[in-house]
């Protein structure tokens, strides 16, 4: 009784790698996007890029307010430091710097991180 509704997100990612996160033409795609789950009354919208995670405010704001939002995120991390604890790889240092690459736009790099990380 679970009724799937696939939807690519053509475009997403490279507004969002070209720092235009809260532009127009974002809010235009996503809305397009939504519309037909919001009109068969989703329950759940599940995040099935790396990237989304950078929409939740705006999917917050777009989406009626009894849908819930589950992005993967949480669990990639979990397995991530389950992997790294079976080989002993785990740093539990506390004054540690994080290290960031990107093959992009630094700039963009560091509007996304400004949020989290300073």
Not at 49 to 72: A, E, F, G, N, R
Request: net charge neutral; aromatic share 6%; charged share 20%.
């Amino acid at each position: 009784h679970i009724k799937v509704i696939e939807q690519v997100g053509e475009g997403l990612v490279d507004l969002i790698e070209n720092g235009k996160l809260h532009s127009n033409e974002m809010t235009a795609l996503l809305k397009l996007y939504l519309k037909p789950m919001i009109q068969a009354n989703i329950d759940y919208l599940v995040l099935g890029c790396t990237h989304y995670p950078y929409l939740m405010p705006q999917l917050i704001k777009l989406l009626p307010k009894h849908v819930k939002i589950i992005d993967s995120g949480e669990a990639v991390a979990k397995q991530t430091k389950a992997v790294l604890t079976r080989l002993d790889l785990l740093n539990y240092e506390k004054n540690t710097a994080n290290t960031f690459y990107t093959n992009g736009n630094l700039e963009v790099l560091k509007l996304l991180l400004e949020k989290d990380y300073n």
